[in-house]
């Protein structure tokens, strides 16, 4: 992750976040009971069991329980309202995905601010998007895909989960770049959306790496590109978009964590450093790999100065897409 690294540097760069420094004491003390880790979405997917993981080595390291609550509704909007209203003292966190840097544009009545309402801790894990194509289209690369689409305006479609969500967004920003004309088919969720596009009845789609990946391996559909500076492990043979001719449009599906805006900056760097080393156990990043996510850890600045670069990228892109939900 050098080259992500480097690039969350960059974004970085003289940016500051702003906390209150409440002296060593807060650190000292804390944990003193239990802390709330609030996942906005159902258990059992990737956001939810990664952070899952990472509460367990909390717990651990802390000697204090550090336990998941999911705080379903709204896509995600009432458990990251819901942290946003709690107390900045530490015990409550929340674990947040794209849909934390894409709603407060997609749906004005977004009850918090990512900019104003949170203090980061660390941009935990990521997994890229990818470009995928059913081999029944006949485009062996992302150059023959484009030309096929620039051919036959309007003719195909790409499916994703649902309106507004990554995969969605994904391929608005790709249709912007490569300048071609493809309609968006809205599943209920990723699951549906897959099934699609390996039918051949939506031959496009833009999912995470880890929802394409065993469908590519096993020759269902093509993997034309990844939305990310270097190629993925996972699937080597796959290139970036750069390397398959296109601007570098990044799209991540990525996990964060953060708490309520005022925590005590000793309480930030302290989760932050032992989030960093639960990252760097063999076990806590051979169980990411089988998610599909890379690990990362930012620090908080690093996490922020990101946040406000997507919020800015995904709300042009709405904007210029004219997305709005239903």
Known sequence: MNLLRRQFLKVAAGSALSMPWLGGAAAQTYPGRAVRVIVPVGAGGANDTSTRLIAQKLSESLKQQFFVENILGAGGN??????????????????????????????????????????????????????VAHPSLGAGSLKELIGL???????????????????????????????VDIIHVPFSGGGPAMNSTVGGHTPISFPALSTAAPSILGGKIRGLAVMSPKRSPTLPEVPTLVEAGLSDLQADVFVGILLP???????????????????ALPDVRARLAKLGFDPIGTTPDQFAAWIKTEVAKWARVIREAKIRLQ
Request: proline residues 12%; positive net charge.
């Open 78 to 131: 009432i458990g990251m309202g819901t942290a946003a209203r709690a107390a900045p003292d530490g015990y409550t966190m929340i674990s947040v995905a794209p849909s934390f840097v894409i709603n407060p544009t997609l749906n004005p009545k977004t009850p918090f601010d990512p900019l104003r309402d949170f203090t980061p801790v660390t941009l935990m894990c990521a997994t890229p998007t990818l470009i």
């Open 261 to 279: 805006a005022g925590a005590p900056r000793p309480v930030v760097e302290l989760l932050h450093r032992e989030i960093v080393k639960a990252l």
């Open 149 to 179: 689409l620039k051919a036959n305006p309007g003719k195909f479609s790409y499916s994703s989960a649902g309106t507004g969500t990554p995969g969605h967004l994904a391929g608005e920003l790709f249709k912007g770049a490569a300048g």
